[in-house]
Every structure is written in C-alpha cells, then in structure tokens.
Nanobody, 113 residues
Framework: VQLVESGGGLVQAGGSLRLSCVASGSTVADNDMGWYRQGPGKRRVFLGRISRSGYTVYDESVKGRFTISRDAVKKTLYLQMNTLKPEDTAVYYC????????WGQGTQVTVSS
C-alpha cells in the first residue's frame, strides 16, 4: 500500500490549508486512519484519527482547528487546517491505525508569523 500526501505549502498565520492523502486500494475506506506531523528537530506526533464509521478524535493541540474527513470513492483522506499557527510548521503524514511500517513522503506545511 502506498500513501501519498499533498496540499502543503507556505501560509500566513491565521490562514488555512487542506491536506490530502491518497492511498491505493481500499485502504482509506477499510481502516481507521490518522494524521501525524513532525516538526523541525522533533519526533513525529499524532494529531487525530477517523474511524471506519467516521468517528473522529483529535489531539488537544489541534482540536477545534483541524478536521479529518475521508472520501472513500476518491480513496482520499483529508485534513482541513484552519487558524494555522507558526507552531503548526511541520511535515504532515497520514497512516493507517495501527500504523503500517512504511510511511509516505509527507507534505511540508510552513506557517509564517
């Protein structure tokens, strides 16, 4: 299974971005899926997850600002990010939960102050 993240970029603080994660086969529809990020010099951390039934859970650091959704037909997982802050600067990844061993390349998000 291949995971391909996209949608990152440079945005000013307070702005928004929507990230996408395309996975082969029925990965997105058949698994709980999660979003993660790795900031400069930091370890990769969990941001949130969506269950197969659509139930979502978020880390406190992004709750109320980020929203996870999926489109099973398009085989795509989304992360809508609003009210971005400079501390959201990181490389963002998606993965199944439990995680597959191989991660995608991630997508860089840079938030300027």
């Amino acid at each position: 299974v291949q995971l391909v993240e996209s949608g990152g970029g440079l945005v000013q603080a307070g702005g928004s971005l929507r990230l996408s994660c395309v996975a082969s086969g029925s990965t997105v529809a058949d698994n709980d899926m999660g979003w993660y990020r790795q900031g400069p010099g930091k370890r990769r951390v969990f941001l949130g997850r969506i269950s197969r039934s659509g139930y979502t859970v978020y880390d406190e650091s992004v709750k109320g600002r980020f929203t996870i959704s999926r489109d099973a037909v398009k085989k795509t997982l989304y992360l809508q990010m609003n009210t971005l802050k400079p501390e959201d600067t990181a490389v963002y990844y998606c993965n199944t939960i439990p995680n597959m061993a191989v991660w995608g390349q991630g997508t860089q998000v840079t938030v300027s102050s």
